[in-house]
């Protein structure tokens, strides 16, 4: 099956840097990449996600590319903000299951 | 947007005895739901894929007899996990999806302990 891995497994960031968070995925039947943000406690939220035809996808202060051919996937937070201080785990979906990374812990410094 | 609901949010048992978990979409019809479990900051595990009217698919070592699932309907379905042991202590969540391979929605989970 697939094996998504994760990295960093943790994160400390300055207030307004940046934060990367990347993605390594073993399945290449996988087309779609999503990413989900959860806060202690609460359910996974979807924060942006990106297909197998696109290299690059931008919402704001989000984007997340993508690697076919390496097999890997990032996502790039920019002018990061206290609230952004959550976990975060990407994940690959061959089919209509999703895999999930391990999740990397986000610490946003005021 | 599209909800999920999860009851219960916790419950507490006794080593050998079951509990059901229900997942609904209160306002989309699901064609597929999944049951993850989730340790104390760990990732989710997709435990199984279940479709409406058909047998939940496993992933490889979730024990189908111990973590029993029902789709019943395209807004509901329970996992009941039989004979239970402290070491099922877990998250639970399920999320359900209304096309093939779109935006996953998550229920709030349940807290599963067993003492």
């Known amino acids: 099956g697939e094996n998504v891995e994760q990295h960093p497994s943790t994160l400390s960031v300055q207030e307004g840097d940046s934060a990367v968070i990347k993605c390594t995925y073993s399945?290449?039947?996988?087309?779609?990449f999503p990413w989900y943000k959860q806060e202690l406690g609460k359910r996974p939220q979807l924060i942006i996600d990106?297909?197998?035809?696109?290299g690059e996808k931008k919402d704001q202060r989000i984007a997340v590319t993508l690697n076919k051919t390496a097999k890997h996937f990032s996502l790039h937070i920019t002018e990061t903000q206290p609230e952004d201080s959550a976990v975060y785990f990407c994940?690959?979906?061959?089919?209509?299951?999703?895999?999930f990374g391990t999740g990397t812990s986000l610490t946003v410094i005021p | 947007g599209a909800v999920v609901s999860q009851h219960p949010s916790w419950v507490i048992c006794k080593s050998g005895t079951s509990v059901k978990i229900e997942c609904r979409s209160l306002?989309?019809?699901?064609?597929?739901m999944f049951w993850y479990r989730q340790f104390p900051k760990q990732s989710l595990m997709l435990m199984a894929t279940?479709?409406?009217?058909?047998?939940?698919?496993?992933e490889q070592g979730v024990e189908k007899d111990k973590f029993l699932i029902n789709h019943a309907s395209l807004t509901l379905s329970t996992l009941t996990v039989t004979s239970a042991h402290p070491e099922d202590s877990s998250f639970y969540i399920c999320?359900?999806?209304?096309?093939?391979?779109?935006?996953?929605?998550f229920g709030p989970g349940t807290r599963l302990t067993v003492t």
């Open positions: 999320s359900a999806t209304d096309r093939g391979q779109g935006e996953q929605y």
């Open positions: 399945d290449s039947a996988s087309n779609y």
């Open positions: 990106i297909r197998s035809n696109v």
């Open positions: 994940a690959a979906s061959p089919g209509n299951q999703f895999y």
């Open positions: 306002d989309f019809q699901a064609t597929t």
């Open positions: 279940s479709n409406e009217g058909s047998k939940a698919t496993y």
